[in-house]
């Protein structure tokens, strides 16, 4: 009935060397922490003790997250 064998597909997702597809990811999230983290120590820096904590607080929730897949 016009199925395709996905035969092919299955071996490259079960080769132990292949990468992985998303490979910007980890690059992409290092940078928004590194930005992050700077901002947040900035406004520690200038005084503003409460929000910078918050927003790093926030912001490694948030990372955390996005690392896990949610």
Avoid at 5 to 13: A, H, K, Q
Avoid at 25 to 51: K, N
């Amino acid at each position: 009935m016009g199925a395709e064998d996905d035969f092919g597909l299955w071996e490259r997702e079960l080769k132990p060397g292949t990468p992985d597809a998303d490979g910007g990811g980890a690059r992409g999230m290092l940078l928004v922490a590194g930005a992050t983290a700077t901002g947040c120590t900035a406004l520690i820096a200038l005084g503003e003790v409460p929000l910078g904590a918050a927003g790093l607080v926030l912001s490694s929730v948030i990372l955390l997250l996005w690392r896990i897949g949610l």
